[in-house]
């Protein structure tokens, strides 16, 4: 049976597809950086090259440019964590998910966004695809927190839900920035200590 060939992509769709890319690589990257407040649109499309208007073609607001930056990241997240070792122990692939993350956030491509910042957060929740990428990452790990309350990794008084934003609250976590600006520890060395602070805990064992 003969097959059928894809269709063939205009070169101007291709060119809009890179140029798309290019503006969600550039606000990922200010997110890190600067944060959604401090970033502007101004910024964005003078790191890719463009005029603000022809941005605006793409996107048609700054909680817009941010809401694909979170999609992507939750797509990153989602791809990383489906890819763990399925005979992994609970507590194994939870702490790899955070180094994931910790590690991100090193290499700035961790959007850094305003929790209490209510347009965002309304842009947020009408995208389809970053509600749907949070929920089922939020489930895979939620599964794996309750696993290994069951097998006593994780302590079972403590509430799924506390257990699963601590682990989040390391994707923005501070002590990250100001270790790496102490300059006594590098990159690696700063992950494991704050994955020790996390899973283990500050008492003496």
Same mark, same amino acid.
């Given at each position: 049976?003969?097959?059928?060939?894809?269709?063939? =992509?205009?070169?101007?769709?291709?060119?809009?597809?890179?140029?798309?890319?290019?503006?969600?690589?550039?606000?990922?990257?200010?997110?890190?950086?600067?944060?959604?407040?401090?970033?502007?649109v101004?910024?964005?499309?003078?790191? =890719?090259?463009?005029?603000?208007?022809?941005?605006?073609?793409?996107?048609?607001?700054?909680?817009?440019?941010?809401?694909?930056?979170?999609?992507?990241?939750?797509?990153?997240?989602?791809?990383?964590?489906?890819?763990?070792?399925?005979?992994?122990?609970?507590?194994d692939?939870?702490?790899?998910?955070?180094?994931?993350m910790?590690?991100?956030?090193?290499?700035?491509?961790m959007?850094?966004?305003?929790?209490?910042?209510?347009?965002?957060?309304?842009?947020?929740?009408?995208?389809?695809?970053?509600?749907?990428?949070?929920i089922?990452?939020s489930?895979?790990?939620?599964?794996?927190?309750?696993?290994?309350?069951?097998?006593?990794?994780?302590?079972?008084?403590?509430?799924?839900?506390? =257990?699963?934003?601590?682990?989040?609250?390391?994707?923005?976590?501070?002590?990250l920035?100001?270790?790496?600006?102490?300059g006594?520890h590098?990159?690696?060395?700063? =992950?494991?200590?704050?994955?020790?602070?996390?899973?283990?805990?500050?008492?003496?064992?």
């Open positions: 049976m003969p097959s059928i060939a894809a269709p063939r =992509v205009s070169f101007k769709a291709q060119m809009l597809k890179v140029r798309e890319e290019a503006i969600i690589q550039a606000v990922n990257r200010l997110l890190a950086e600067k944060g959604f407040d401090a970033m502007t101004d910024e964005v499309a003078a790191n =890719v090259g463009i005029a603000k208007a022809s941005l605006y073609k793409h996107f048609p607001s700054k909680e817009h440019l941010a809401a694909v930056a979170m999609v992507r990241v939750m797509q990153r997240a989602r791809d990383f964590c489906t890819a763990l070792a399925p005979d992994a122990t609970p507590l692939k939870l702490r790899a998910a955070t180094r994931w910790m590690e991100l956030k090193l290499a700035g491509e959007p850094s966004l305003p929790s209490q910042n209510s347009t965002l957060r309304t842009t947020l929740i009408a995208n389809q695809d970053y509600m749907n990428g949070l089922e990452v489930d895979l790990l939620g599964g794996w927190i309750e696993a290994a309350q069951a097998d006593g990794s994780i302590s079972a008084k403590l509430p799924p839900i506390v =257990v699963l934003y601590t682990l989040y609250a390391r994707a923005c976590d501070p002590v920035e100001f270790l790496m600006m102490s006594q590098n990159n690696d060395e700063i =992950v494991e200590l704050v994955l020790s602070t996390c899973f283990d805990g500050l008492n003496a064992r």
